[in-house]
């Protein structure tokens, strides 16, 4: 984020999993396991990383919400 001005419209929220694997919230987004990122803009969902840490892959999802 701090690599891209731009980024820095972008609310990050965690979730610790653990705690809240069976919240509305993951029910909502179908998040059904740990390392899951969703990029939300605008309340809608425009990307998805499922158990990756490749940085090419979360900053898509930056790129995505701007």
Do not use: C
Not at 6 to 24: C, E, I, N
């Amino acid at each position: 984020m701090n690599e891209n001005p731009a980024y820095q419209a972008v609310t990050v929220m965690k979730v610790d999993w653990d705690a809240h694997s069976g919240s509305d919230a993951a029910k909502d987004h179908g998040v059904r396991r740990r390392a899951t990122l969703v990029m939300l803009s605008g309340g809608e969902e425009v990307g998805r990383v499922n158990g990756s840490t490749r940085r090419d892959d979360i900053e898509a999802l930056f790129k995505a919400a701007i």
